[in-house]
């Protein structure tokens, strides 16, 4: 088995301590990866200083076809980078090979974007003493930009976070999840054969609460994006003082079945939103609200949809539920279904665990102050709720505290509008499902407590900063 090094400004480099990356099928080592610490990050920042100088000086159409020749490499090496995701992090074979495309996708968006740079011209002669004059904002790059990814989506989590800091001219520090760094060590391998220069990429891997928290106390980072649990990401503004902090955390997924809805549509997109990568996604599907006169049938359809789900090994093409992460995930998606169970919910199928496997479960009855309610499972459970009308609906939906991303499902188009207007969700997607991946354009924003949508351009944006040029008044000699 091989030691995988950290990348710190083009070097590989060790550490005294090595941590495994188990495969969470078999439970064996894929590979071990350095421990990094405090003096690693101080190491990488320092070389990102002058890998974001460097960055700054090339020109947007470089960067273009650097993000451009990322983009062609990912490609190259579907089959091997999407085996080693599915080795590190449990998921579908198959799903693996969306991530991969999706990663090779973001890529291309930032190439894309760097063709239309934005400058907004100010009038200063709107004010009286500014006849004569002109001016406009150009964009900037913040510097150093460091990003702490989640394990669900390491690759593409990673591509999001990367390509629109180079695209702005940044140089960037990847702090991949304990549990899956290797694909995006493997990134950044990449990235440098496509032209980054080396001082403005590291990886670090480690301990999130060692490198997440002095990443985020660096004085030198200018910005830091985090993907990950609430807990956390709330933890790091403490650590972070007044840089630049853009979160995307927890959610919850959502659907809504009307009256009208078709029964078996739903039950054939409840088993794959709310099963899709053992239901580990912030967009997975954990609430079902069906109204009344379908309940039963809906509740009849998706049991049998269950009852077909193959858990297995994620590499064979048959296998359609992998196993969660790691032996303590599976135990506290175990722990809060017993915990409901126990107050009173029912379990209509599963609710049972078979390490490194969590059955699909669907549970009814569910008591509003079940932590089931309001806290994202991250396992392969859906809860299933009967409603009467819309403002029975709209309260229960309304009082979950966590952003959710709302699914509806009906044929009346007065129904749809008047759900989605009145509805609180970040989100609602008529006749489709929350699994869209539209994450390269749709941010949840912790501070402000709503979704952006956003095009590539706006996320380039946001990791630069406005910069006026004016010019006063002049005369021709």
Not at 134 to 145: H, K, M, Q, T, Y
Request: charged letters at 20%.
């Amino acid at each position: 088995m091989s030691h995988q090094k950290m990348l710190i400004g083009g070097h590989l480099v060790g550490a005294e301590e090595w941590l495994p990356v188990l495969n969470p099928y078999t439970g064996e080592p894929v590979d071990m990866v350095a421990r990094g610490g405090a003096m690693h990050v101080d190491q990488a920042v320092a070389l990102a200083r002058h890998g974001a100088e460097m960055m700054r000086e090339i020109p947007l159409s470089q960067r273009a076809t650097i993000l451009k020749h990322v983009a062609e490499l990912i490609r190259q090496e579907r089959q091997s980078l999407a085996t080693l995701l599915t080795s590190e992090t449990g998921k579908l074979i198959s799903e693996s090979r969306i991530e991969v495309e999706r990663a090779a996708m973001v890529f291309e968006l930032a190439a894309e974007a760097c063709h239309h740079p934005r400058a907004t011209q100010f009038p200063p002669e709107s004010f009286t003493d500014g006849a004569s004059r002109f001016g406009f904002w150009a964009r900037e790059p913040l510097g150093v930009v460091a990003s702490i990814l989640a394990f669900n989506l390491p690759l593409a989590h990673a591509a999001q976070k990367a390509a629109p800091a180079i695209a702005a001219g940044n140089a960037i520090i990847l702090k991949p999840s304990t549990e899956a760094p290797l694909t995006v060590l493997r990134l950044g391998l990449l990235l440098y054969r496509a032209g980054v220069p080396p001082e403005a990429l590291s990886v670090l891997t480690g301990k999130g609460e060692e490198i997440g928290h002095a990443l985020a106390a660096h004085p030198l980072v200018a910005a830091l994006t985090f993907t990950g649990s609430r807990a956390v990401g709330l933890s790091l503004p403490l650590h972070a003082g007044a840089k630049r902090i853009e979160m995307e955390l927890d959610t919850l997924g959502g659907l809504v079945a009307t009256e009208s809805a078709d029964p078996e549509v739903v039950a054939e997109v409840v088993a794959c939103c709310g099963y899709m990568a053992a239901g580990q996604l912030p967009t997975s599907i954990q609430h079902v609200w069906a109204h009344e006169h379908i309940y039963d049938s809906l509740a009849q359809t998706l049991v049998q949809r269950l009852a077909n789900l193959r858990h297995g090994d994620p590499m064979q093409e048959s296998t359609s539920l992998p196993p969660l992460i790691h032996p303590q995930a599976l135990q506290r998606v175990d722990q809060l279904v017993r915990d409901a169970l126990q107050q009173g919910a029912r379990a209509l199928i599963g609710a049972q665990a078979e390490p490194p496997f969590y059955m699909p479960t669907v549970l009814t009855d569910l008591p509003e102050n079940a932590t089931l309610h309001s806290e994202a499972v991250f396992g392969p459970v859906v809860l299933l709720h009967r409603y009467r009308n819309h403002a029975e609906l709209l309260k229960h939906i309304n009082s979950l505290a966590i952003g959710l991303r709302l699914a509806i499902f009906t044929r009346d188009i007065v129904e749809a509008f008047e759900l989605a207007r009145r509805a609180r969700a970040l989100s609602v997607h008529i006749n489709d499902t929350p699994l869209l991946p539209i994450d390269p354009i749709l941010r949840g924003d912790l501070q402000e407590h709503h979704m952006c949508f956003e095009d590539m351009l706006q996320r380039i944006e946001r990791l630069s900063q406005p910069k006026y040029i004016g010019f006063g008044k002049m005369t021709l000699s």
